[in-house]
């Protein structure tokens, strides 16, 4: 089955650690993209990337670094620089051809 | 800054009526419109794409476009209570594909 899978589900970091959030894509898609979402807010995007080896920032990159090695892998690091890194994180990839985006299941961080 | 802005709801409406999401973007360049569902604790799925001003209808979902007002809409008609859920509209601009920018959502209950 086509798809997008996130890693793990549910993850708990402690004050000052770095940890990496998984999204494998099978669907062929060029783009993908990592989103953050707030208790009762919308999505904003943290990063980008549209080709292999190629990103740009969005709106909150600031406490996150990515890499895009392969085509269908795109991992989110969330550094000790993240203040406030409690969220519900959401990886997305789109089609070239189509312009919606679809998602993955999420992985949700807590601070512990 | 690329706004979207949904009607702050909650938006409750009994079985079997029409429940109505509005959402208003504030670049004239946007090119793409879509609608979300989002249940509770689970990931964004697309339910409607809009590109061009008028009325795109599938099944009990109608989506609704006017760019001169910068205005998008969607109409749920024999709202069914597996329809509560949370209601995002995301624009892309230009032609970032798959780059959404996405309102705040809007909560739809709908009570038997």
């Known amino acids: 089955d086509g798809g997008i899978t996130q890693s793990p589900k549910y993850l708990f970091r402690k004050e000052g650690q770095n940890v990496t959030l998984s999204c494998e894509q099978n669907?062929?898609?060029?783009?993908m993209y990592w989103y953050r979402q707030d208790p009762g807010q919308g999505l904003r995007l943290i990063y980008y990337?549209?080709?292999?080896?190629?990103?740009q920032k969005g709106d909150i990159a600031e406490g996150y670094s990515v890499s895009r090695e392969k085509k269908e892998s795109f991992p989110l690091t969330v550094t000790s620089a993240q203040k406030n890194p409690t969220a519900f994180y959401l990886c997305?990839?789109?089609?070239?051809?189509?312009?919606?985006?679809?998602f993955g299941q999420g992985t949700r961080l807590t601070v512990v | 800054q690329k706004e979207v802005e949904q009607n702050s709801g909650p938006l409750s409406v009994p079985e079997g009526a029409i429940a109505s999401l509005n959402c208003t973007y504030s670049?004239?360049?946007?090119?793409?419109f879509f609608w979300y569902r989002q249940y509770s604790g689970k990931s964004p799925e697309l339910i409607m794409s809009i590109y061009s001003n008028g009325d795109k209808e599938d099944g009990r979902f109608t989506a609704q476009l006017n760019k001169a007002s910068q205005y998008v809409s969607l109409l749920i008609r024999d709202s069914q209570p597996s329809d509560s859920a949370t209601y995002l509209c995301a624009v892309i601009y230009g032609t970032s594909y798959g780059k959404l920018t996405f309102g705040q959502g809007t909560i739809l209950t709908v009570h038997p």
């Open positions: 669907l062929n898609h060029d783009a």
């Open positions: 990337s549209q080709i292999v080896n190629d990103f």
């Open positions: 997305a990839s789109s089609d070239r051809a189509l312009t919606e985006a679809f």
């Open positions: 670049d004239r360049g946007s090119q793409s």
